[in-house]
């Protein structure tokens, strides 16, 4: 009885406050490539100026195995990147449960598929009267506004 109260009470996020959470998100992720990039040229001896000189495919698939590791393990132990911490929202399941190991990697798959088709998977969050993004709809997932105590 109480859990049916806490879901009808539950608001989801507007799609300003996602897109401020990504934002801040892949914000902190640029500054780490940049950081890795820094310090892998300080490493093999080189200026920043010859940063064409590193293997790039290697670094690419190192620096999108860290982001997708950094949505998926920040979704599955709390349901929140740290964008999503700094606009109060959250990732839960459709039933309002937490997100576990699984939703998260089967949601930040979804969510680069996403991202790789040019951001089509998000239009559903912007036009949609769920506000569910194509991620949201496969891992059966809503990303919620949390109550300020």
Do not use: N
């Not at 996020?13 to 998100?25: E, G, K, N």
């Not at 698939?61 to 982001?67: G, M, N, R, S, V």
């Not at 393990?73 to 459709?94: E, H, N, Y």
Request: net charge positive; aromatic share 6%; proline share 3%.
């Amino acid at each position: 009885m109480r859990r049916d109260r806490e879901a009808a009470s539950v608001t989801i996020s507007r799609a300003s406050t996602r897109l401020a959470a990504a934002v801040i998100d892949h914000a902190l992720l640029l500054a780490i490539d940049l950081v890795v990039v820094y310090f892998t040229l300080r490493m093999a001896g080189l200026s920043t100026s010859d940063w064409r000189m590193l293997p790039m495919a290697p670094l690419l698939a190192f620096l999108l195995l860290l982001k997708l590791a950094y949505f998926c393990a920040f979704t599955a132990v709390g349901g929140q990147t740290l964008g999503k911490m700094a606009m109060s929202i959250r990732v839960v399941t459709d039933s309002g449960i937490p997100v576990g190991g699984a939703c998260a990697l089967k949601r930040t798959i979804a969510g680069a598929i996403s991202t790789v088709a040019l951001g089509l998977g998000f239009v559903p969050a912007l036009v949609g009267s769920d506000r569910r993004a194509l991620h949201d709809r496969v891992a059966q997932t809503r990303v919620i506004t949390l109550r300020s105590m």
